[in-house]
């Protein structure tokens, strides 16, 4: 399972620099533009960004540290990609931040 029970949220380029993983909708991961099989290949080590849009505009994404044990199954992963999206649906809604 992830680390942390809510994942951090950023925007802009990654700590590292290098793209992360990406977990997709249909709860698959790539990267580096591959499809990776979680269940030959397992998780892999260090972050993993889940991207959050709203209304088809990117808002930002979630930055997802792996835990110990196995690979979440297919089931956790959608329901963090349905809150990725309940997440960019409710920032769309709310429209730019206001300074000051």
Excluded at 3 to 29: E, F, K, N
Excluded at 30 to 44: E, K, N, S, Y
Aim: proline fraction near 11%; include cysteine.
């Amino acid at each position: 399972m992830w680390r942390a029970p809510v994942p951090r949220s950023q925007h802009g380029p990654c700590a590292t620099g290098r793209r992360p993983p990406r977990l997709r909708r249909d709860g698959s991961l790539t990267h580096g533009g591959r499809r990776r099989d979680l269940d030959a290949d397992g998780w892999p080590e260090g972050e993993t960004e889940l991207r959050v849009y709203g209304n088809g505009r990117y808002q930002g994404r979630f930055i997802l540290t792996p835990g110990e044990g196995p690979v979440p199954p297919l089931l956790a992963r959608l329901v963090a990609v349905t809150l990725a999206g309940e997440t960019g649906a409710v920032l769309d809604a709310a429209g730019p931040a206001r300074e000051g």
